[in-house]
């Protein structure tokens, strides 16, 4: 049964930091990789999509890579803002129905 | 962009009356709908799987005559939570997804059950 887990839980940078969020799955059996954004009580927002032959995705300050052996993505914003403060969510599809597997979550702070 | 609703975002009804959610695809055809539930500061859980025309399929230890699904259409899917209990209080979250693998969610419904 494939396992998500999210580290850190929780993270709080002053403006203007790199930082790295990280992701792992038991199963690198995986057809692909999402990470969402979700602000306090709203739905989630698709930040980026990364198909399991691919190795890494760029949208602007964002950058997520897949490593399907080791188990592990990870997603880089670069130059963090205070408006980046949300919980930030991986999710790995399993097989063809795409049904998602959600990691826990890191909530995100970026103080001003 | 691809976009999804829900309505209602939020609701509050006595205990035993039943809640039916929409969730649509508004730009998009969705070849296939996700419903999860999400309890405060907790991850999403996936509750069903949605295709149009359809049964639903149903995650273990998810009750099927409770949350009852229906597909009507390509850009239309409806959660009914029937019966509703304290215990159904949650955040119902759908998703959408076109031919290709990204799935993207609507804004969720609040329901708080009395």
């Known amino acids: 049964k494939q396992e998500v887990t999210q580290i850190p839980a929780a993270l709080s940078v002053p403006e203007g930091e790199n930082l790295v969020l990280n992701c792992s799955f038991t199963?690198?059996?995986?057809?692909?990789l999402q990470w969402f954004r979700q602000d306090p009580g709203k739905g989630l927002t698709s930040l980026l999509l990364?198909?399991?032959?691919?190795r890494e995705q760029t949208s602007g300050r964002l950058n997520a890579s897949l490593d399907k052996s080791s188990g592990r993505s990870t997603l880089y914003i670069a130059a963090s803002q205070p408006g980046d403060s949300a919980t930030y969510l991986c999710?790995?599809?399993?097989?063809?129905?795409?049904?998602?597997?959600f990691g826990s979550g890191t909530r995100l702070l970026v103080r001003p | 962009g691809a976009v999804v609703s829900q309505h209602p975002s939020w609701v509050i009804c006595k205990s035993g009356t039943s809640v039916k959610i929409e969730c649509r695809s508004l730009?998009?055809?969705?070849?296939?709908m996700f419903w999860y539930r999400q309890f405060p500061k907790q991850s999403l859980m996936l509750m069903a799987t949605s295709n149009e025309g359809s049964k639903a399929t149903y995650e273990q230890g998810v009750e099927k005559d409770k949350f009852l699904i229906n597909h009507a259409s390509l850009t239309l899917s409806t959660l009914t939570v029937t019966s509703a209990h304290p215990e159904d209080s949650s955040f119902y979250i759908c998703?959408?997804?076109?031919?290709?693998?990204?799935?993207?969610f609507g804004p969720g419904t609040r329901l708080t059950v009395l």
């Open positions: 998703s959408a997804r076109r031919d290709g693998q990204e799935q993207f």
């Open positions: 999710a790995a599809a399993m097989d063809s129905s795409y049904k998602l597997i």
């Open positions: 199963d690198s059996a995986i057809y692909n």
């Open positions: 730009d998009f055809q969705a070849t296939t």
């Open positions: 990364i198909q399991s032959s691919q």
